[in-house]
Structure formats: C-alpha cells, structure tokens
C-alpha cells in the first residue's frame, strides 16, 4: 500500500512538472509572438506614416500653387467686390453696394441672356455633330478609320483666333465676293454683312454658323473611345435580336457613353458661361445702341462685360464692380454644376 502510494505520488509530481513546463513554454511563444507582433505592428505604422510622409511633400507644391494662383485671387476678388477699387491703391469698403447696382444693371441681364443663348445653342450644334461623326467613323468599321481620325483631328491645331479671322475676312466676309454672299447670290438673296451687320438676328446667325460642321477634335475623339470601349460581345447581341443600327444608338450606344455625356455637358455648361473670344474679336458686343462707356449690347457677354469695365471704362470704381461681377458668375456657375451633378447622379 505504501509502495502503491509513492508510486501515485511520484506520477502526480510529474504530471504537475509536465503542466507547469507546458504553462511555461505557451507563456514563452505568447510573449515571444506578442513582442514580434507589437515591433512588427510598429514598423508598419512607421513605414505607412513615412509614405504619408513623402505623398505630402510631393503634392505640397502643387496645393501651394494652387493657393497662390486659384484660390487667392478668388478670395482677393470677392473682398474687391465689396469695395469702390480703381484698380490702384484707392480701396473705400462699400460692403454690398455694388452687387445692389449689379442686379439692377440692364446690361449685366443681357449678357447674361445672350451668354445663355450662346452656350445652349453651341453645347448642341457641337455635341450632336461630333456625337454623329464618331457614330460614323465607328460603325465604317474600315482600314481608313485612323486616317479619317487624324483628318478629322488636325483642324483642332490650328489656334482659335486664327480660324475665326478666316471666318469673319473669307467666309463670312460683310464684301460681295465672300464666300457666303456668293452663295446667296446664286440664289437670288443680296448679300449680308454677318458679323458687321446692324441686325442682332444677323450677328447671332454668323456666330451659330462659325465653326460648321462644328465637329470637336477633342470632342469627337473622346465619343470615339467612349464607342470603341463597347463590349463587342453586345453588338452582336443586339445584330441576333434584330435591332437596327439607328434604334441601337439611341438603345445601346448612348446609355453606355452616358460618362462621356455627362462630362461635356458639365464642361459645356461652365467653359461656355466664361467664354468671350468671338466678342473679343470680332463684334465687340454689337450691333446695337450704344450704352454706358461705348459699350453696345447686341452680343455683349459677362466676360467682355468685366473686360471693357477694367479696359477702357471711365467708370469710378471700376474695378470692385467688375469683381462683383465676375463673383456673381462663379455663384452662378457653382450653382448650376452642383444642381446638374444632383440630377445627373439621380439618374444613375
């Protein structure tokens, strides 16, 4: 019995040693992995924190240009807007005085009218001819295809200036051997002066018209890739069920470059809003009655609006009005980017 006990005895000691050795080494690895784990843990917030780091050192110059060209002339301009600045050191803060005068000025709500014309007219006549012409070109499906593509291209190299000079001294000429009148004498119709002419309607036509066809290089080349990116395997779904190559347009084609779409029109919108080129030109506002400071208002705009205020204006103050101005179109355009990207997201 006393030999049967010791031998019980013994075992327990060892079972205990071999439990408290067992505890010992899972104490051991626990802490072991537990101190591997935290270093680990450590070097990789270090490592994220480093590339943070870095990523902020390299965007830095781009925000602090961004800072001194974009959104500090903003601000300077809406402080500007609320003063009676000439343009030099004369600065008299008159709060909201000029944007009380802006919203009583004739001539700012018809520019404003004319820009709205000008920008929902051109956003068509453009879109729909390079939409048709990349239509085209993508379903010619032939090995002239790249060639077609530079030649449609290579006119969007040739400056802006330089191709409404040739409209208004060639095409659209006021003489009897322009282009345009030579036609019209074919037909029996006397001749226009387009874009010197004294009828509003005329100068409005001669602008709509510069330009025809009115195809896009950029444009039609980003339609293009928008259509080539079409899975072919849908094409030739919609070729078994029948579908024509018009209904497939309007059925496939279109909803699958809704991106492309929805980025011109915001574009459209917001280039088309700032846009003054052809009044800078050629019609300088006219035709029509001379307003304040020379200014006619035929086809004036708010950017040629705020450049004659700066330019050539005799107005006191010139200079915060046209910064009130020029405030008032960046609400403008703010507003209608942010309602067209609500309703275009609601769409999707």
Not at 63 to 76: H, S, W
Not at 86 to 111: H, K, P, Q, T
Not at 139 to 159: D, G
């Amino acid at each position: 019995m006393d030999k049967f006990s010791s031998y019980e005895t013994k075992g327990m000691d060892e079972e205990i040693l071999a439990t408290e050795e067992r505890e010992d080494c899972e104490n051991f690895y626990d802490s072991h992995f537990s101190v591997s784990a935290a270093v680990h843990k450590t070097s990789f917030w270090k490592k994220k924190s480093t590339k943070q780091y870095f990523g902020v050192i390299w965007i830095l110059p781009a925000f602090l240009l961004l800072c001194v060209f974009c959104l500090y002339p903003t601000l300077l301009a809406f402080i500007n807007s609320m003063t009676n600045w000439d343009g030099g050191n004369v600065r008299e803060f008159i709060w909201f005085s000029n944007y009380s005068e802006l919203f009583a000025d004739v001539i700012f709500w018809r520019s404003l009218l004319n820009v709205v014309i000008l920008t929902v007219v051109g956003m068509l006549l453009g879109n729909m001819a390079s939409l048709v012409l990349a239509e085209l070109l993508y379903n010619m499906r032939s090995k002239l295809t790249a060639f077609y593509r530079f030649l449609f291209v290579l006119p969007a190299m040739i400056p802006g200036i330089i191709t409404m000079l040739l409209w208004q001294k060639l095409i659209l000429s006021g003489q009897s051997n322009g282009f345009m009148n030579v036609i019209l004498g074919w037909f029996g119709i006397e001749s226009q002066e387009w874009f010197a002419s004294q009828s509003t309607f005329i100068v409005f036509l001669s602008i709509f018209l510069y330009g025809f066809p009115w195809m896009g290089g950029t444009s039609f080349l980003i339609y293009l890739a928008g259509l080539n990116g079409i899975d072919e395997s849908v094409i030739d779904a919609s070729k078994l069920d029948g579908v024509g190559t018009f209904r497939r347009i309007f059925v496939i084609d279109l909803p699958l470059i809704k991106g492309q779409l929805k980025y011109f029109l915001v574009m459209g919108i917001i280039g088309g809003l700032q846009n003054y080129s052809m009044q800078y030109a050629i019609t300088f506002g006219g035709p029509g009655e001379v307003a304040v400071n020379g200014m006619q208002t035929g086809t004036i705009v708010p950017g040629y609006y705020i450049y004659r205020l700066i330019y050539g204006s005799s107005r006191i103050g010139a200079y915060g009005y046209a910064c009130a101005m020029g405030v008032m179109m960046f609400v403008i355009i703010l507003i209608i980017t942010i309602v067209n990207n609500t309703l275009l997201k609601s769409e999707d």
